[in-house]
């Protein structure tokens, strides 16, 4: 009686086990569940289940009363057991050792349709003593009853994880087109810094990974633009490396550092570096990610190496788009600032220069492409009196003519207001000086023609002297007065006065003249200038003047013209 | 498209950082300057509540990791607070839980700062 009731008992408790198995599919409760229940009725104080693989490769999944450090370790078992088996009964191999060693007794194989699931492993009972053979029974049951409900679980589990892994790669294409979407909206106002940042924080937050290099091709070179968590001094060493840097440009596919023979990748090991993602278009190395291991220390696996390749070559293509569109913006930035620079220049030139009873009097800018900040003016003051003028504003482009615009401002105020043309140098000096960097200069010339005295006066900051050639052809220069305008401030100019006389012509030029160069990289000079107002000395003004610019371009002719050409002639009747 | 915000807060010496919108790489660098600025602040103890963020990408993840770090070496922590199931999914998905504490309200958080086990 009492036996029947026992035995009612353990068929109860089968069928309320093989309920709770069956309506679970979550592999973890239904191994515990299969571990616990003969346990706790046993008193068992050990207990572990292993689950295999088609290849009879035996994992540990769950265990209780042992040490969880166990949890995953695999053996191969071929003479697994096929029915229950004390340990101590089983020929002596790896896993009969492994689990004596833990003080398992007793194993279960959990077979479903005559295949092996896994295997179940108790310790000793607590009480009772050995186990009986209705104990055995009992329990072989429980692994038949639960192989079912074991094979739900593990197929449950895959496609959880084949779900999971779906989802991921969901994820990585997230990744991927937002980047594509996020280059490709901010295209107009893109950086390469920008998109840099973007695949650093991707690939970090993809991968787990706290650390990231970034170095992009810049003319030919591996430039490092991104440094995400490497110490600086780490850093400085494979940046100084020219050996590592170098070798870049031949890595075109991603290499695991941990596994690289190199002396290369000796060097960046010890850098922390774990990973080097090329970034490339078509067939050439554009950049390069270096990234540390994982804050997880779990390995680089094959699915991320492909993320990480598609990753690095998009972006190196979106990087390569928004250099070629920064370029074009430059471009046309500059084209424009020279546009808005020859415009102003052009307004500050005198459209004419004024008629001069008894002199004539030829003047021309040709502006440079760059728009090289000359200026020239003529200015009529009296009856008797005109301010002639040339100079040569330092640098280029727009910054140029604005500056040339300051000079043209200043002069135009200051020569109306009766001071002698040394002070009206002065003021000049210190207004360029205290408005611009001391890298802004000007070579400035000023003349007074007195046309009742016949008489030039004249102050020189700096600038090319300018000529006064007499009807025998020789020749006398300008060269008094000072410093060039606008480096120091309190410059005193001293000025000189010379007598003209009726033939005597007085060439201004800049530099662009002088300084013109030909082909072999000789410069135009001032002998050519001489000579050829010489042998055109017979000329009006005007012809004098085209038959010397004309001289300048022939003998730079076939060479991109460099500097503004100016000069103005006043020949005297 | 959606915007992104970052509130900063305080609550008994521990920083809090409420996102709000759509934390992706175009947004990323305004929760990097939040970062960045409590680390030069040195206040280490972060919780981020996630309750207004409606989505977050890879970059975004990223920026946590950046910081992550930096702060533990100060004996700090960020906690992560307040996800809506799709945003944890993705924290899931990648692996986060591994590494940081997510825990389903701010207090919580608040607690396991003031009484740390």
């Known amino acids: ?573 | 498209m959606e915007g992104f915000e970052v509130t900063p807060n305080e609550h008994s010496g521990i920083s809090i950082l409420a996102l709000k919108g759509y934390l992706d790489a175009h947004t990323a660098p305004a929760l990097e300057t939040a970062f960045q600025k409590l680390i030069d602040d040195k206040k280490y103890n972060i919780i981020v509540n996630f309750t207004d963020l409606n989505y977050i990408s890879s970059a975004g993840l990223g920026v946590f990791m950046g910081f992550i770090e930096d702060i533990r070496k100060n004996s700090g922590d960020i906690k992560l607070t307040n996800m809506k199931p799709k945003i944890y999914r993705v924290f899931d998905l990648l692996g986060f839980p591994t590494l940081y504490d997510i825990l389903d309200e701010e207090e919580k958080a608040i607690e396991k700062f003031n009484k740390p086990s």
């Open chain 1, 1 to 573: 009686m009492d036996r029947d009731l026992k035995e009612q008992y353990e068929l109860q408790s089968l069928f309320d086990l093989s309920k709770v198995l069956n309506s679970s599919l979550n592999l973890k409760t239904i191994l515990d569940t299969l571990l616990l229940t003969p346990m706790g009725k046993f008193l068992i104080g050990k207990g572990v289940v292993f689950l295999a693989d088609e290849q009879h490769c035996f994992t540990i999944e769950t265990l209780k009363g042992l040490p969880k450090s166990l949890i995953g370790k695999r053996l191969k078992i071929d003479d697994f057991p096929t029915k229950p088996t004390f340990v101590a009964d089983a020929p002596r191999s790896p896993w009969q050792v492994l689990l004596e060693q833990n003080g398992i007794q007793l194993v279960i194989p959990i077979l479903h349709d005559g295949s092996i699931l896994g295997l179940i492993g108790f310790g000793p009972k607590s009480i009772g003593g050995e186990y009986t053979g209705s104990d055995l029974n009992y329990l072989y049951s429980l692994s038949n009853i639960a192989a079912t409900a074991v094979q739900n679980g593990i197929i449950f589990q895959e496609l959880h994880e084949a779900n999971r892994k779906l989802e991921k790669k969901i994820q990585e294409l997230n990744t991927l087109s937002e980047i594509d979407r996020e280059l490709n909206s901010t295209l107009s106002s893109l950086d390469s810094k920008k998109v840099v940042n973007l695949l650093a924080y991707s690939i970090m937050g993809e991968l787990m990974v706290n650390r990231c290099l970034i170095w992009l091709a810049v003319d030919g070179k591996m430039v490092l633009s991104l440094n995400k968590g490497f110490q600086d001094e780490e850093v400085d060493k494979i940046v100084s490396d020219a050996s590592i840097v170098d070798h870049f440009s031949s890595i075109d596919a991603p290499v695991i550092v941990s596994g690289a023979k190199d002396d290369v990748y000796a060097k960046l090991r010890e850098a922390g570096i774990a990973v080097l993602v090329p970034m490339r278009i078509e067939t050439e190395t554009k950049g390069m990610v270096a990234l540390s291991e994982k804050i997880t220390k779990l390995p680089f696996v094959q699915e991320d190496i492909d993320f990480l390749t598609i990753l690095g070559n998009w972006s190196s293509m979106s990087i390569e788009t928004a250099r070629l569109i920064e370029e074009e913006v430059e471009k046309k930035k500059l084209e424009e600032e020279l546009r808005i620079a020859s415009e102003i220049q052009k307004q500050l030139l005198p459209e004419t220069c004024p008629k001069i009873d008894g002199f004539e009097i030829a003047a021309t800018n040709e502006p440079s492409l760059q728009i090289g900040g000359d200026y020239y003016d003529c200015i009529k003051l009296n009856e008797d009196e005109y301010i002639l003028c040339i100079a040569d504003v330092s640098g280029k482009g727009a910054p140029a003519a604005l500056l040339m615009a300051n000079v043209q401002a200043s002069l135009h105020a200051l020569v109306g207001i009766g001071l002698t043309i040394a002070r009206v140098t002065e003021r000049i000096n210190e207004i360029i000086y205290r408005n611009t960097t001391y890298d802004k200069f000007i070579t400035f010339f000023i003349g007074l023609l007195n046309v009742r005295e016949r008489k030039l006066y004249s102050v020189n900051a700096g600038h090319n002297p300018p000529y006064i050639f007499h009807k025998d052809r020789s020749f006398q220069t300008l060269n008094e007065g000072g410093l060039i305008v606008g480096v120091m401030p309190g410059v005193q100019y001293s000025s000189e006065s010379t007598e003209l006389k009726s033939g005597d012509c007085i060439v201004m030029f800049t530099d662009g003249v002088s300084e013109a160069m030909n082909a072999k990289d000789e410069e135009f000079e001032e002998h050519r200038i001489e000579a050829c107002i010489a042998r055109n000395y017979d000329l009006p003004a005007q012809d004098l003047l085209e038959a010397l610019i004309g001289e300048v371009k022939a003998f730079s002719a076939g060479c991109p013209q460099a500097d503004d050409i100016t000069a103005l002639i006043i020949k005297v009747r």
